[in-house]
């Protein structure tokens, strides 16, 4: 038996390294670099992510594709966010943000942000996370690595990676409590949606990461 846990948790490990490469190697180095690119690292992206799943025999219900607990994770969410967004809202204003799109261009982008942010929480919470409870002991270890990677992965903006921690930190213990793909990429969308068009440029690097925001954070220095 011990063994094969051990066993279990090399897989998850080399399985979370294959997925966290991917997505450097793309931000970093493949990034359009040949037409179609980006259908490319999607493609692998889920390809990873079916994969862990499907060796496994792991349900859609019971990696978050499902309904009957979008309301509790929803609430769970929205009373960590609302605070963070007023904040976000507020520190927008006074800095000289506030950017918003008029009514049909915002409802669009909100619509953009969520289906944007349930991409990024199915690599966060179904994948790395779920993969690390494996790999790693305890139940915070591995809420703290999947969050760790979550920020990692937008290097070098400092303040987005700052932002990816903490709610990374929150999506998993929302994913723990309430397993809802479709509610954590809501609140994702939301909070993005808001602190995007709140907050200056100067400040967010405009949400860029990897080598084109680069300069902009070395000029800081």
């Not at 929150?170 to 509610?183: G, Q, S, T």
Request: proline share 7%.
């Amino acid at each position: 038996m011990a063994t094969r846990t051990a066993g279990s948790a090399r897989a998850a490990a080399a399985e979370v390294a294959a997925f966290v490469a991917l997505l450097l190697s793309y931000i970093w180095l493949w990034k359009g670099t040949f037409p179609g690119d980006r259908v490319a690292v999607v493609a692998l992206y889920f390809a990873i992510g079916l994969e862990t799943h499907l060796r496994r025999g792991e349900r859609p219900d019971e990696i978050g594709l499902r309904l009957d607990t979008f309301g509790a994770a929803c609430g769970m969410a929205m009373r960590w966010l609302a605070p963070a967004i007023v904040a976000g809202l507020a520190a927008g204003r006074l800095l000289g943000g506030w950017a918003f799109p008029p009514p049909p261009r915002a409802a669009a982008d909100l619509a953009y942000s969520a289906a944007w942010g349930t991409l990024q929480q199915y690599g966060l919470a179904c994948v790395l996370y779920r993969r690390l409870r494996e790999a790693l002991p305890g139940r915070l270890a591995p809420m703290l690595a999947a969050a760790g990677l979550f920020s990692i992965l937008h290097l070098p903006n400092p303040l987005l990676m700052g932002v990816t921690l903490a709610l990374g930190i929150l999506a998993c213990a929302i994913y723990e409590r309430h397993p809802n793909l479709w509610a954590l990429g809501l609140a994702h969308g939301l909070a993005s949606f808001c602190l995007a068009n709140a907050l200056p440029g100067w400040l967010t690097l405009d949400w860029r990461v990897g080598p084109q925001v680069l300069p902009r954070v070395l000029a800081w220095f």
